[in-house]
């Protein structure tokens, strides 16, 4: 097959939706299909490049607030109407992308719906104001994406669900989560013990994440358990706001702005080097990070929210705790750091279970059968 995947996510990927792109563009490769996947640029004209073995065009893009992504979708239709001779179909992940005019089917993998976003990122200052003032144009580029689709895909069961808001048969929804690459993250040597203890979280310092949750929970994890450190990788909006809380609560020495980590084997080890990592989102899709996490066999807490409730049976292969509510999080922090045989039991589950249910090879498989369905 011949496809083309659109999104907005950067290339090189620095966060879940470009990485999940990534890696299943090169696992179709491997498997003999032809895959060209078509991004953002900058305000110049178009432009390709190679990444990781996969070519990647990217369109001119420009920050024209609230039509962003329909000069953005301008260009793309123009290179699809030059690529459309040689595809066979068209694989857009949301958000932020617009119905091709191309004349070919196309999928559509919800990641997060817009409304469920938004709503997750209530109160949270200027941000979110935007992207309250942004939400009815991107509901509308939503519903006539999904409503042109000859298939739709979501990550997890209850972001299928959520399409019922745009008038979606949630039956008609196809759920294939996010998948991992199970070779790569796998367990390494268990940490020391009695070693000085640290958390981590790898995610996008934005507002439904629910960072500052963590860094209210961190200060009562470190009051009970003195020598505990945070560290948390990513970027985003948000991170000097972040940066002024930890200062506030005199936490700079024990919370650590780590930034974006480009390097996948730093990742990787930091996952490893772990004794728990946790995940405060308030909202999410399938969230990579939680999967990596799992894959490495560390020990995981995370909010009931989204596909996180599919992935973690808690108190079986992590803990899962109410979202927005920073003393349960610190409490389930705390239960693991007291009992490294609880950890190391849930994290040997957690490694199973993503073993089992989301290696690239069964997520390929999934996909395969969504695109075998349109194309016949």
Known sequence: MRIAMVTSAPFPPREGIGF?????ARALQRRGHQVTVITR?????????AVAGVPVWCAPFLPLYPFHVHWHG???DLLLRDLAPRL??????????????????????VHTPMRADVAAARGDGPIAFLARCQLPVSVQ???????????ITAVAGPVAAQLADYGIDPARVHVVPNGV?????SPGPEPVPGAKPWILTVGRLAPRKGMADLIAC???VIARRPGSCFFIAGDGPLAGTLDRQIRALGLWDEVVLLGHVGDRERVRALYRGASVCVHPARYEGMPTAVLEAMACGRPVVATAVGG?????????????VPPGAPAELAAGLLALLVDPALCHRLGRAAQRTVAERYGWNVVVDRYLDVYREVLE
């Open 88 to 109: 066979d179909l068209i694989h857009l992940h949301t958000p932020l992308v617009r119905r091709p005019r191309a004349p070919l089917p196309t999928v559509v993998t």
């Open 181 to 185: 690459d199970v070779t790569y993250f």
């Open 218 to 220: 961190a200060s009562q």
């Open 74 to 76: 301008l260009w793309v």
């Open 41 to 49: 640029g900058g305000p110049a004209g178009l432009s390709v490049q």
């Open 141 to 151: 580029l939503e519903t006539e994406l999904l409503h042109g689709a000859a298939a």
């Open 308 to 320: 996180l409730t599919e992935v973690v049976n808690s108190g079986e292969n992590g803990l899962l």
């Open 20 to 24: 999940h792109v990534s890696h299943l």
